[in-house]
């Protein structure tokens, strides 16, 4: 069985980050070890929500994995919270890299044109530099611009994303994927550069008129397990972006769905299908 060491923050309550990934990853046939950055009461998007720094501990417990010679076959970062995090992350992504691992990392910092209050553009420097140590990185739009410089646009069309790609692509990653790329009025979904081939992908969706939080965990780490999986770099973006879209329409029609986040524990079932088939 695949081996994944995925780094980011316990929200004890909100379904995202750990909460997400490491059912998702475990769901999908994947050894999952958590490395929890920090471990917080719910996600940021709560009022009055409280914070434990875990930095101390990322050490004392890598080097335990180091003396138990402990392997990974992919590395997941999503959400870090400070540059130090950042800063050990790359360290991690040193030491624990082998020849045919994959270092994929998810710069959760902004959305919707905003660094969210959290950040500043020190952090967003910070995870551009992570990036480039990167074999997948998988930005939105919003963190795609921080990190390139390029300006935020609410209306675009494929050239401009295909420029954010490619200048995402001399951050240092070998596959870029921009995700919430909307082609069309209706559609939503994703596209891709693989620096190796030279090819661009691009997948559409139908766009389910709503938002919630934790979807970008949810594409990152369905879309991590399946390129473990040995899925192509096609078929794992489309996997990704349609059990998101499942996964939103679903959250829709449930009349006590939470607003916090997406009822993924419902379309878990189809997932594990999917990667059955
Ligand atoms: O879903 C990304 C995420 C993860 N973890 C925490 C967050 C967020 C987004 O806001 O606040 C703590």
Redesign the pocket.
Known sequence: MKRILTM??I?CLGK??ITIALPVLSAMGIETVILPTAV?ST???FQNFTVKDLSDQIKPITEHWKRENIKFDAIYT??L?TPEEIELAKNIFQEFKQPDSMIFVDP?MADNGKL?PAFDMAYAKKNAELCAAADVIVPNITEACFMTGIEYQENYNQDYIINLLKKLSELGAKIVIITGVSLSHGKTGAMGYDTNTGEFFSYQNDLVPAKY??T??LFSSVCAGAILRGKDLRSAIQLAADYTAETIRVTLKNPNQPWYGVDFESTLPALIDAMRG
Request: hydrophobic fraction near 15%; include cysteine; proline fraction near 0%.
């Open positions: 980011q923050d929200s995202c980050s917080l996600h940021t998007m999503g959400y919270g959760v969210y939080h934790g970008g965990d």
